[in-house]
């Protein structure tokens, strides 16, 4: 497993959102998608670096927004899990502003907006190096009860 090839800005503090990170959809592949998770300490919002390379190809030699949308997924539902709300997506929402070349870094950030009750609103994006915008996410995201929770931590 190859490591992200971006690093860290200044502050960043690396983690791991989900409990047992070699579980998760958006496993580290040298050819399809890096990524690599952070925190600024006391504070809420995820950041992750995500690289996109040859095996992620959507129209010709851009990523595909499945890719993109992947990527927001895991963000929104990390960020949910890092603030200590463990659930999974309902509903998400994704725009695709504008086009990714393959072989770019990309800096996302999450947030969740707010909680109410057993529901969490998060919402990403994800910055080209230039600091453009090139696709942003909105997601529903259910905290799941104790017992939900339970029988699939003994799994």
Known sequence: MSAPVATAEPGWVPIEPFPNSEGTFLVPDADRIRIAYFRKPDAGTLYARAWFGPRALGPPGHVHGGAMAAVLDECMGAVSWMNGHFSVAAQISISFVGLLPIGTDTTVEAWIEKVEGRKV??????????????????????????DVLASLSRR
């Not at 994006?125 to 259910?142: C, I, W």
Request: charged share 25%.
């Open 121 to 146: 609103y998060a919402r990403a994006h994800m910055k080209d190096p230039s600091g453009l915008v090139v696709t942003e996410g909105q997601g529903l995201f259910v905290i799941l009860k104790e």
